[in-house]
């Protein structure tokens, strides 16, 4: 009978609870690193670290150089004109990944998240606020900063889900 009972229990053991391959998807990419464009008129901002890319699908009017007033961020919902999407992968990439007239055929891209409108049925937003760059000899404008934030944004993949109420992205920088 005691072997019974402890072949019982070694059974439970080895048996151990399984939860499936449940991972928590998240990113981080370092607010303080600027923003990339290939170029002003391709409305194409992006963020690279190793082999994942933060991407920012938006109108160039987004980064007009008009300073916002304190507190009141110029303010975009998300949707198909302005789009936010993650993207991983399967080796490291540059920032002249994006800024070629084809992407190449490698690396692959073996993960992509797509933001959508919100976290529980909030709208998922994106705040631009602008500021000018003073020279500080002359105090003449030498561009404009625009510190970009999304604000309850949910990433899905069509099967998982992840959510950030707050995520920095960072600053772009515009001539005058």
């Known amino acids: 009978m005691k072997k019974f009972i402890v072949l019982l229990v070694c059974a439970f053991i080895l048996?151990?609870?399984?939860?499936?391959?449940?991972?928590?998807?998240?990113?981080?990419?370092?607010?303080?690193?600027?923003i990339n464009s290939c170029g002003v008129n391709n409305g194409l901002f992006f963020k690279v670290k190793n082999n994942e890319a933060l991407i920012l699908k938006t109108p160039i009017t987004t980064f007009a150089n008009t300073v916002t007033p304190a507190n009141s961020p110029r303010t975009l919902v998300i949707n198909s004109t302005n789009q936010v999407i993650y993207r991983s992968f399967n080796s490291?990439?540059?920032t002249s990944y994006f800024c070629g007239s084809l992407p190449p055929a490698t690396p692959a891209v073996t993960e992509e998240w797509y933001?959508?409108?919100?976290?529980?049925g909030t709208s998922g937003l994106i705040e631009v606020t602008t500021t000018q760059i003073l020279d500080p000899t002359t105090n003449a404008v030498t561009g404009y900063n625009h510190y970009v934030v999304f604000?309850?944004?949910?990433?899905?993949?069509?099967?998982?889900?992840?959510?950030?109420?707050?995520?920095?992205?960072g600053n772009f920088v515009t001539a005058p």
Do not use: H, R
């Open 15 to 34: 048996n151990g609870c399984n939860d499936g391959e449940l991972t928590i998807q998240t990113f981080n990419f370092d607010p303080a690193a600027a």
């Open 92 to 94: 490291i990439i540059s």
């Open 115 to 120: 933001a959508s409108d919100g976290i529980a």
């Open 151 to 169: 604000k309850n944004i949910s990433f899905s993949n069509g099967g998982k889900s992840f959510s950030y109420q707050n995520y920095v992205y």
